[in-house]
């Protein structure tokens, strides 16, 4: 009995583990090698969102943050071949197992030179000197 007992819970534990997962695709249709999901929310004090980390397409999220409950943004990421492609996804929207085609993101734009830094801190002094 007890026997019996420990198997079943051993398979509810393992078909909520698999049940619980955001399998990601790139657009070109592959699956992301190294995903990761950010459970993202509105920071009122500390900011420390959850993130998960995944492999071959798959994170698994556990259940008890799976339907919002402390997040109001999943924020899906992968790199591929020096791209960086993004989805996001409210609670409302997520229903498991779920697949997410990503998009690639704009690269980030160089950061500025020392001299532009320079001249935008003058000419802040200059309007705050006005």
């Known amino acids: 009995m007890l026997v019996g007992t420990a198997m079943v819970a051993g398979a509810w534990a393992a078909f909520d583990?698999?049940?619980?997962?955001?399998?990601?695709?790139?657009?070109?249709g592959a699956v992301a090698?190294?995903?990761s999901v950010v459970l993202d929310y509105d920071p009122i004090h500390d900011y420390h969102?959850?993130?998960?980390?995944?492999?071959?397409?798959?994170?698994?999220?556990p259940r008890k943050m799976a339907y919002g409950r402390g997040w109001e943004t999943m924020k899906i990421?992968?790199?591929?071949?020096?791209?960086?492609?993004g989805?996001?996804?409210?609670?409302?929207?997520?229903?498991?197992?779920?697949?997410?085609e990503l998009q690639e993101l704009p690269s980030l734009p160089p950061?500025?030179?020392?001299?532009?830094?320079?001249?935008?801190?003058?000419?802040?002094?200059?309007?705050i000197a006005r």
Do not use: F, N, W
């Open 87 to 100: 989805a996001t996804r409210s609670p409302s929207e997520c229903a498991y197992p779920m697949t997410v």
């Open 49 to 61: 969102p959850t993130r998960l980390e995944g492999r071959e397409g798959v994170v698994h999220i």
């Open 77 to 85: 990421y992968a790199t591929h071949s020096g791209k960086h492609y």
């Open 111 to 127: 950061p500025p030179s020392t001299l532009e830094q320079a001249a935008r801190l003058l000419d802040l002094i200059r309007q």
């Open 33 to 35: 090698a190294a995903p």
């Open 17 to 28: 583990y698999h049940r619980h997962r955001v399998i990601v695709v790139l657009p070109d």
